[in-house]
C-alpha cells in the first residue's frame, strides 16, 4: 500500500515540488498567452489591406466579394450595380448602404489630364451639396496609395476616396474611360451614366436629376 511521508524531513521536499508545479503553470499561461497573440496576428494579417493614408478619411480598398449584380446594369434606368469597400476601422460598407441618398460614383486616375481638369469643381459640388445629402464616391482606378494621396492633397479632396486596384467596379460598369460619373438617385436607379469631362453646369444639371 502506497504511503505519504509526512515527517517534517519531507517538508522541503513539499515545497520544492510545490514550487515546481507553480513555475510549470506559469509557463503553461505563458504559452497560452503567446499562441493567442500569434493566432490574433494571423487573423489580422489575413484580413482584407485598408489604405491607412489619410486626407479624405483613409482610402478604402474595395472588393466585388459576395456581391449579386444579376439584378442591376449600368445604365440609365436601371439599378446601380452594387460593390462593397472596407473602411479605415476595418468595417464594410457597400454603395446599397447609401440606398435613401442621392449619390455620384466618379471614377478617375491621377494620370488622366480630364479628371484633374474636372475634379476641383467635383469638390465644390460636394461641398455645396452634402447639407442635402448628397454622398460623391470617388474611385481610383489601379493607382497606388502614393498617388493618390498626392492626388487628394493637391485638390483638397473632402469626400470619400475608394481604390480600385483591379478596376473591378469600374468593370461592373462596364467603363473602358476616364473620368467616369454616375448619377444615381435615393431608390438606388441610375439617372445619368456619363463618359468624359464635365463642366460645372454639366454637374449641377445631373445633381438636380437625383437630390
Known amino acids: 500500500m502506497n504511503t505519504f511521508d509526512i515527517s517534517p524531513a519531507a517538508a522541503p521536499n513539499r515545497q520544492r515540488r510545490q514550487a515546481l508545479l507553480v513555475l510549470m503553470l506559469g509557463l503553461l499561461v505563458a504559452a497560452a498567452a503567446i499562441y493567442v497573440a500569434v493566432q490574433d496576428s494571423s487573423s489580422a494579417a489575413a484580413t482584407p489591406p485598408t489604405a491607412l493614408i489619410s486626407g479624405a478619411g483613409g482610402f478604402p480598398v474595395t472588393s466585388m466579394l459576395g456581391i449579386d449584380n444579376s439584378d442591376t446594369r449600368p445604365d440609365a434606368g436601371h439599378v446601380a450595380p452594387n460593390f462593397a469597400f472596407y473602411l479605415a476601422d476595418g468595417s464594410t460598407a457597400t454603395l446599397a448602404d447609401y440606398r435613401g441618398r442621392p449619390v455620384v460614383v466618379n471614377f478617375w486616375a491621377s494620370w488622366c489630364d480630364p479628371c484633374r481638369r474636372e475634379m476641383p469643381d467635383l ?89
Open 123 to 211: 469638390v465644390r459640388l460636394y461641398e455645396v451639396h452634402k447639407d442635402e445629402g448628397l454622398v460623391v464616391l470617388e474611385v481610383n482606378v489601379s493607382e497606388s496609395e502614393e498617388a493618390v494621396a498626392a492626388f487628394v492633397q493637391e485638390f483638397g479632396m473632402t469626400m470619400p476616396v475608394i481604390m480600385d486596384a483591379r478596376s473591378e467596379v469600374l468593370d461592373a460598369y462596364k467603363s473602358q474611360s476616364l473620368p467616369t460619373s454616375i448619377f444615381i438617385d435615393r431608390q438606388g436607379m441610375i439617372q445619368v451614366r456619363w463618359l468624359g469631362f464635365l463642366t460645372p453646369d454639366l454637374m449641377e444639371a445631373h445633381v438636380r436629376k437625383i437630390l
